[in-house]
């Protein structure tokens, strides 16, 4: 008889265990159920930070976050929480009522509330994994009332640490001056406000009411949030994050290196369409995708010019990247119908592989490189669900041993 062949040697496990699928949790459960190497291996934070890092162009989306408004004669809206991972069906800690959803990076949610018996909003940071939260109170409102504004996480270096955590606030007034702020979790404190140059608003002379409102950039507060790591040389650290302006005027820039705000300007192609931030499919830089409201079945992404990324962003260029047949994905009744403008891009995660589209038929996720289109919400009006933030983390068995 044979002699049995001999055990693979852990490294080589490791090689096989780490090109696991990231958006199906389970799978790693599995694996750590098959023996106690195994479970020792994959429930190891050595194995995690590799997994992490072998992953890292494909962060894992394993659900998205929305606001769903109720049917009369119950009318409101309710926070929810929409799985989209085979394994991954459910919360492990629940989220409290009132929150409305404002932003989610690396396994952490940022949603904010009004405060009982007080004219503020709390923001609060939550990891749904362990359940862990911080709050702050909103940055004191100047004399003027805000025209709009958005919050978003900062990405910071110990990302695994709960207690850690920065937000960058944007804000317009009513006098049309645009600021930003930033909280360190570290300080428990705001920083000062940091002005959006004067020079970057449209001073041409207005013929029309819509020119005249677009005359001075304001934030627009349910949009979209991007970040980009291009003028950062830890790849970990998005240096840069990217904010949309009401009617589709441009685009703000913060710089946390720098502690800069920038207006970026749009292409004409987005005169009349829906924008979408995005990082591009090359090297993490600033995208948008669209779909052509003339052209319903169009969904085209654009790219900022790698060349301008030193140059005044007010006056940079735009290169299209890409152009995509929607009706060879979809079937005809989704997108052509009475209100067939409503088909717009709500969220891209991961460049053209995880790509949210809402329709009057409800929400679908798609695979742009592959063609494979996934149902994940159902809908009978494009307005039944708002505030789309899709829910990316790594999620291993070394998580679960954390929350015993």
Known sequence: ???????????????????????????????????????????????????????????????????????????????RFVP??????????????????????????????????????????????????????????????????????????????????????????????????VYSSEHHAWGMPILLPSTTTATATATTRKQQQRQRVCVSTLGHVARSNTNNNN??????????????????????????????????????????????EDGGGLGFAMIDVHRDSKLFTFSRRDDDASADPSCCTWAQQREFDLDELFPWDVLFTPLATATRVVAVVNAFTDVFIGTVHGIFTVDLNLGRVRQIHHGSHPCDIGQIVPYTTFRTPVDVHSEL
């Not at 291996?41 to 992953?55: I, Q």
């Not at 025209?147 to 804000?171: E, N, P, Q, R, Y």
């Open 235 to 280: 790849s970990n650290t998005a240096a840069l994050v990217y904010f949309e302006c009401r009617w589709n005027y441009g685009i703000l820039e913060y710089d946390s290196c720098k502690q800069q705000l920038s207006f970026i300007g749009l292409p004409s192609q987005c005169e009349q369409n829906c924008i979408t931030l995005m990082t591009d």
């Open 1 to 79: 008889m044979a002699p049995p062949p001999s055990p693979l040697m852990e490294e080589l496990i490791e090689e096989i265990l780490i090109r696991f699928p990231p958006n199906d949790p389970a799978s790693l459960v599995g694996a750590a159920l098959v023996c106690k190497p195994w479970c020792r291996l994959v429930c190891s934070p050595g194995f995690r930070r590799r997994f992490t890092e072998f992953h890292r162009r494909r962060t894992p989306v394993l659900g998205f976050f929305c606001r769903v408004y109720k049917p009369r004669p119950m009318s409101g809206e309710e926070l």
């Open 84 to 181: 989209t991972s085979p394994s991954f069906h459910r919360l492990p800690h629940a989220m409290t009522p009132n929150w409305q959803i404002v932003d989610a990076l690396h396994g952490r949610v940022l949603f904010c509330d009004a405060v009982a018996g007080g004219d503020g909003l709390r923001f609060t940071v939550w990891n749904p994994i362990t359940g862990r939260q911080a709050s702050t109170m909103r940055p004191p409102m100047a004399p003027q009332p805000y025209k709009g504004w958005k919050a978003a996480l900062l990405s910071v270096d110990d990302m695994d640490s709960d207690d850690s955590f920065g937000l960058v606030f944007v804000a317009t007034m009513a006098d049309g001056v645009t600021s930003a702020r």
